[in-house]
């Protein structure tokens, strides 16, 4: 597609319930990053793929979160038995070539998380 | 663990002024980049900085880098409203391809 695309857009969730968000990078692009955003925060690092390998998975809060991206393309984000401190934005973002110039990201709306 | 500060976090500044956000990093990188949020909407490339000295312009923000400090900035110049947003800049782990992200520079321009 044209651009990064997640879906939901808005989730909201009762606390303790599994969520999964979605996210379709451009076509061709290796590389996908997730961030959480916080209101008024920057974006802090979840996890990285280069094609289906997940290479970093440091930033993943918890062993509630989860991310896959079995085909090197679609990433999903799950995040199981959700909490309140769960509620944020989830970015994702793709890029092209990684390990040699610029690795300028392209991000998605976001997938907005509230969990009452 | 690579980690990226900014200062200021909050600025408001008069139109027609000038001003200059930091961005300090923690580990060997050269590539340094600039990003852009309005309120509500997801980020946008501004600038990429790939080696030191590396100096990019675009209308009336500039960037710059200095690798051996491990610094950047974002120089504004003549303040304009629609220059309001919040200013994120992101660093490379070197030959890691993780991106990195400081806390943004939340850039209110007032009349």
């Known amino acids: 597609g044209a651009g990064v695309s997640q879906s939901p857009r808005y989730k909201v969730a009762k606390r303790g319930q599994d969520v999964a968000l979605r996210c379709d990078p451009i076509?061709?692009?290796?590389?996908l990053f997730w961030y959480q955003q916080a209101l008024g925060q920057g974006p802090e690092f979840l996890t990285y793929?280069?094609?289906?390998?997940?290479?970093?998975k440091s930033g993943l809060p918890s062993d509630r979160f989860f991310a896959e991206r079995p085909e090197g393309s679609v990433s999903t984000l799950k995040i199981q038995r959700t909490q309140q401190e769960d509620s944020a934005v989830y970015l994702c973002?793709?890029?092209?070539?990684?390990?040699?110039?610029?690795?300028?990201?392209?991000f998605g709306a976001g997938s907005r998380l509230t969990v009452l | 663990e690579l980690k990226v500060e900014q200062n200021p976090l909050f600025l408001s500044m008069q139109e027609g002024k000038n001003y200059t956000i930091y961005c300090n990093y923690s580990?060997?990188?050269?590539?340094l980049y600039w990003y852009r949020q309005d309120p509500g909407k997801s980020l946008e490339s501004l600038f990429v900085?790939?080696?030191?000295?590396a100096v990019k312009q675009e209308g009336r923000l500039m960037a710059s880098l200095d690798t051996k400090a491990r610094l950047s900035t974002l120089h504004i110049t003549a303040a304009v409203h629609d220059l309001s947003a919040t200013y994120f800049c992101?660093?490379?782990?070197?030959?890691?391809?993780?991106?990195?992200f400081g806390a943004g520079t939340r850039l209110t321009v007032k009349p």
């Open positions: 973002a793709s890029s092209f070539l990684p390990g040699a110039g610029a690795n300028v990201l392209t």
């Open positions: 076509s061709g692009h290796v590389s």
């Open positions: 580990t060997t990188s050269d590539r």
């Open positions: 793929f280069q094609n289906e390998a997940q290479l970093d």
């Open positions: 992101a660093v490379d782990a070197y030959n890691n391809n993780d991106m990195r």
């Open positions: 900085l790939l080696s030191n000295g």
